[in-house]
């Protein structure tokens, strides 16, 4: 419905000339009709006759140009949805990619969070270890100390 709208905007100045042709205005009819009223009712009817084609003709044309206007604006709408559905399948691509990167760096991160815990796990355990190796020492030297004193 739409696509009818420039054409009939186009057709639209052409209407009344096509109307005030087709019907046109014959000289008042008198009682006798004469041939020279017959002649000149003749003239009239080719003469609107010869209107009609021109603005036919006219407006054949116009439509010629919209037809052909509403071809090239349909292939160029053609090519830009072609367009927007290759960019879109290339976005769901992405997206797709940015997915798995996304789950394979949750993986990583998690093992390396496991990696942390279980090196905090052994730094304390060698921490304590220390902290008794540290301790039996001292009391080591508490002791020599006491026994040299004597």
Do not use: H
């Not at 990619?97 to 789950?103: I, K, S």
């Amino acid at each position: 419905m739409a696509a009818w709208l420039p054409i009939l905007k186009a057709a639209l100045p052409y209407l009344g000339n096509i109307v005030a042709a087709a019907l046109p205005v014959f000289t008042a009819r008198q009682a006798d009709a004469s041939a020279e009223l017959v002649s000149r009712q003749i003239a009239e009817l080719q003469e609107a006759v010869t209107c009609n084609a021109e603005a036919v003709k006219g407006l054949a044309a116009q439509v010629e140009q919209t037809i052909t206007a509403l071809d090239a604006g349909e292939a160029d709408l053609a090519r830009r949805f072609a367009s927007l559905q290759e960019a879109l399948t290339r976005c769901e691509s992405t997206a797709s990619l940015a997915q798995t990167q996304r789950t394979r760096m949750e993986g990583v991160a998690a093992a390396l969070q496991n990696r942390a815990d279980e090196l905090e796990r052994r730094l304390t355990g060698a921490r304590r270890r220390e902290v008794a190796i540290a301790a039996i020492t001292l009391l080591a030297l508490l002791v020599a100390s006491l026994a040299l004193l004597r």
